[in-house]
């Protein structure tokens, strides 16, 4: 076969010279890419200096409101305790629809995140005041009315999660570094990670209910979590009940002896005690999970990364084969 001189000299001149537009154009996109980079980098910096504007507001106008709310109570103490004796008569006559009353109050004051903990010490005082100071009552029927509000308003709070403010709680979740883990850990043991997050919270209780309606976790498997919840309930129930005993010591009208104060006292101390190792052991078994599930999640990064950089190489060696077969057939 005969090859034309002229074609042989210019052809790996074209060659060379299709190379090096190929390395300027490379070139080029290396350095639009920096360009980039360049660009968003202080706009990257201002949003982030807007953000932390916005969470600084956000804190100082919620601490300004719960003062403002403090001092409200501390100006009207008199009357709102006129108001709350009224109540407690009120629920004395009526103790069913009482009852319901303050299972919609704790359903409300979930989902629009108010401390379930002062609600709690709420209903122990209000039942124990109700029913005559029958401790045994008080403390069944209080702790059975906080748990059903918790259980309504937490099963609310799922739902809307899932089907109405989905992405924006998925904002809000990225807040804190550990819901990624969270997440990906709810995928593989839904209940147990949820019946750990009820012993021993790692994320606001209000919150989490918000949270798990964005997972894989099932509806069912949440509200069985739920139960874990009676503990801590039935704590701060008891709690509520101490608080009626102290106020009447205070006020000079306790008549059940030191020994029930003792009782109360001991009783107290040993639920606490009881509780602590509870949460201790469910967050030392969380976290265990938790570190687990990020070590596997770096370890796919790491492997993607791996096939990436594979996939790259495999690619420049294809060009470079390309190149090399375009080579020898200009030269044939």
Not at 20 to 33: A, R, S, V, Y
Not at 70 to 96: A, C, H, P, V
Not at 231 to 244: E, K
Request: charged fraction near 20%; include cysteine; proline fraction near 2%.
């Amino acid at each position: 076969m005969k090859v034309d001189n002229q074609d042989i000299n210019s052809s790996p001149q074209q060659n060379n010279s299709h190379m090096k537009n190929n390395d300027l154009h490379i070139k080029k996109n290396q350095q639009n890419e920096t360009n980039e980079d360049q660009i968003n980098i202080p706009q990257i910096l201002n949003n982030n200096e807007k953000n932390s504007k916005k969470q600084m507001i956000l804190k100082i106008t919620l601490f300004l409101f719960f003062v403002g709310i403090i001092t409200l109570i501390i100006i009207f103490r008199s009357e709102l305790l006129d108001e709350y004796k009224n109540f407690i008569n009120w629920f004395i006559k009526n103790k069913i629809i009482g009852f319901i009353l303050i299972v919609l109050i704790y359903m409300i004051g979930t989902i629009f995140f108010f401390p379930g903990l002062i609600l709690s010490l709420g209903a122990g005082y209000s039942f124990y005041e109700a029913y005559d100071n029958k401790l045994g009552l008080a403390l069944f029927l209080g702790s059975l009315a906080v748990f059903f509000g918790a259980l309504l308003g937490s099963m609310l709070a799922f739902l809307i999660a899932r089907y109405l403010l989905r992405s924006y709680i998925q904002k809000k979740a990225q807040k804190w570094k550990i819901t990624k883990a969270l997440d990906q850990a709810i995928d593989k043991n839904g209940l147990q990670i949820c019946l750990l997050s009820r012993l021993s919270p790692i994320i606001p209780f209000n919150f989490f209910n918000y949270f798990c309606g964005i997972t894989g976790l099932k509806f069912y498997q949440y509200n069985i979590s739920s139960f874990a919840m009676i503990p801590g309930i039935i704590l701060y129930v008891y709690f509520g009940t101490l608080i009626s005993n102290i106020s009447d010591v205070i006020n000079g009208d306790f008549e059940q002896g030191t020994l029930y104060i003792v009782v109360f006292i001991i009783g107290a101390v040993l639920g606490i005690i009881v509780l602590t190792l509870i949460i201790i052991k469910a967050k030392k078994e969380l976290n265990q999970i938790i570190k687990q599930q990020e070590k596997e999640q770096k370890e796919k990064e790491q492997l993607k990364e791996l096939e990436n950089e594979q996939k790259f190489e495999e690619n420049i060696n294809q060009i470079e084969y390309n190149q090399q077969q375009d080579l020898k057939i200009q030269l044939e």
